[in-house]
């Protein structure tokens, strides 16, 4: 039986995934830090940036646990 070398797709997803991480943990710390927007400078344009990236993240983790429609 012929062995499959995956050594090239195992490296690429290693670093893909620390890619993924180190982007999670600057968004981690843009929405514990309120996206860097005080109470009173927040308006509807905010609103709008905000339900896009839940849309987005929604779409990624509907995926990866096969959740959603």
């Known amino acids: 039986m012929k062995t499959i070398d995956n050594s090239q797709a195992l ?3 290693v670093e893909l995934a620390a890619l ?3 982007r999670l943990e600057r ?4 929405a ?4 860097d927007l005080a109470p009173e400078e927040v308006h509807w344009g905010h609103v709008g940036d905000l339900t896009r ?6 779409d990624i983790t509907d ?3 096969n959740e959603g429609d």
């Open 11 to 13: 490296e690429t997803f």
């Open 20 to 22: 993924i991480k180190s």
């Open 27 to 30: 968004l981690q710390g843009a």
């Open 32 to 35: 514990e830090n309120h996206f």
């Open 53 to 58: 990236y839940a849309e987005a993240l929604k």
């Open 63 to 65: 995926s990866v646990f």
